[in-house]
């Protein structure tokens, strides 16, 4: 597809599951973003890939929550021990080359952990 | 990442008026972002703006960014019904990271 794909489109689990989110980017993108969205707050940045290394992983929560991009195209979200408080729209977002150029993001995946 | 505050948090118009959004930094910025996000859809970009005092038009949507690079602001001219959703602004540093806003929510009664 054209555009940024995340799967599943909506997920919920039980408190202290394992989850996983995955993200495909834009082709030829090098530049590949997590972040979480809140109800009616703006996107949180989670992490920061370019090509497969994660470049910055400073909003990660804590050591529940870890990323990988093996390939340097397709990225997934693996959230350990759910909490309730990890309910939230994960979004995922690619560019061209990183540095200050536009986002394209993905529908998200939303995650309810009851 | 920059932090910004966006003002105001809503803003309920009635169609045909205009509509304006503010991004307020205490540090200044090397750019920034705006996004707009439909209600249920993810974010979409509309514009960046990097030079001191630049002013960028979209149709009825005008982008300033300040002098000092403090500061940026989103106008929208006779407001329609599509123009509901939520605006970002979004600052990026020298480096990659987009910090986002917390938005403005706007709504536009037909």
């Known amino acids: 597809g054209a555009g940024v794909s995340q799967t599943p489109s909506n997920k919920v689990t039980e408190k202290g599951k394992y989850v996983e989110l995955r993200c495909d980017p834009i082709?030829?993108?090098?530049?590949l973003y997590w972040y979480r969205q809140s109800l009616g707050q703006g996107p949180e940045f989670l992490i920061y890939?370019?090509?497969?290394?994660?470049?910055?992983d400073s909003g990660l929560p804590n050591d529940r929550f870890f990323a990988v991009r093996p390939e340097g195209s397709v990225s997934t979200l693996k959230i350990q021990r759910t909490e309730r408080g990890d309910s939230a729209v994960y979004l995922c977002?690619?560019?061209?080359?990183?540095?200050?150029?536009?986002?394209?993001f993905g529908e998200g995946s939303r995650l309810t952990v009851l | 990442g920059q932090q910004v505050m966006q003002i105001p948090q809503y803003q309920h118009v009635q169609e045909g008026e205009d509509f304006t959004t503010y991004c307020n930094s205490s540090?200044?910025?090397?750019?920034i972002q705006w996004y707009k996000q439909r209600p249920g859809g993810h974010p979409v970009f509309l514009i960046q703006l990097v030079k001191s005092g630049e002013v960028k038009k979209q149709k009825r949507l005008t982008f300033q960014f300040g002098e000092a690079k403090k500061n940026s602001s989103l106008h929208i001219t006779a407001t329609q019904t599509t123009d509901v959703g939520t605006y970002f602004c979004a600052p990026g540093g020298s480096n990659y990271k987009l910090t986002f806003g917390k938005g403005t929510l706007l709504t536009v009664n037909p």
């Open positions: 540090t200044t910025l090397s750019n």
């Open positions: 890939f370019q090509g497969t290394g994660a470049a910055d």
């Open positions: 977002a690619s560019s061209l080359r990183g540095g200050t150029g536009e986002l394209f």
């Open positions: 082709s030829g993108h090098t530049a």
